[in-house]
């Protein structure tokens, strides 16, 4: 995967929805469709943000993809969508800046009990990605994520369709999680490991809680890292607009972020034009060229549960290896109330990976899997929500570990 292209520090642009609809946009409507009928009005907010001094501005094709689409009763007009809507941001941009395809959430517009959600989710994810990527985008930006499965779709998707950079970005509470109760350090260790060429937040409940959360990234993230806070909350969750934080207000928050190791920024909900153009002056009154330069211990592997990290030696105790049997989750409890570093489980054939899947909720501690079979392993690696290591007691050719690791961040011990 391409790394990002452009030096670091740079800046995304502000908010988009929250604009159009102080410029009359209904807060029921489908945002895409309603730009499309309404294109000047997003030239011209996006031609502001350059102006303002944005390197990077995101095109408006957050709900473009065909669930969120099909709501409007519009799921065939994703490819046309994606085109037209990155056409305008390339307009508005006047080669003055990139333009990043911008992706979201699906939510509870799949279910959760869909049989192969995961690949459902991929083929969902790519569809708009190969839209955009033969729009012409210079990067993805995935953002507002909620759920380890869902992003870890998004990523896997838009590496298999393309070449260009992907940053992620989660929404976090106050405590450094996500909806879905994973720790943000968690997420950043399965989204590095996934490909992702930079992490961060965005959203969440302003400046403060992103950068508590950054705090949570800065000593281990091995790419750089996005702060991408509001000014406060939509009006239409019942919040004042006229609390937003002020443009001064918001880039006073950029010291402490960049101490956080924050190399990316932008705004989120309730910024503007206003807010990007503080940001880009507070940002250039910083010497921000060198990387944060956090010292990290050598001897320690990151590798996670859905929800925990976990930090192993090359040394770590696996303990028994556990066979998929119908009785897996008991023994995964089992297994991890023993003193050992991780869990082993082995997986051999596709009923395998069908049990192990149902079960996989139930790890907590670092999982080291065991296959004979390079098919098996990569699908086993696909379907699990952390990221996994292995010990080298299987029968693994090197060049297959080595793709699976670029692949899905497989940790070769």
Known sequence: MDAIPLRLPFLMDGATGTALREQGMPPEACTEQWVLAHPEILVELQKRYVEAGSDVILAPTFGANGPRLARFGLEDKVEEYNAALVALSRRASGGKALVAGNLSPVGPLLDEEEPDRLERLIEIFARQGRALEEAGVDLFVVETMTDIAEARAAVIALREVSSRPVMVCFTVDGDGETADGADILAACVIMEGLGAAAFGINCSEGPKMVLEGLRRLTPYAAVPLVAKPNAGLPAEEGNDPACYLSPEEFAACVPDLARAGARIFGGCCGTGPEHIAALRKAVDAMDLSAPAGFPRDED?????????????????????????????EEDILEAEDAPSGAVKIAVYSQDDLDVFNEAQYMIREALCLLSDSPEILEKALRLYNGRAFYDGTGAIEADVLERLKDKYGLIVL
């Open 300 to 328: 320690s592997i990151l590798c996670a549960s859905r929800t925990e990290v976990h930090f192993i030696s090359p040394t770590v105790d696996v303990g028994e290896t556990i066979e998929c049997s119908p009785h897996l």
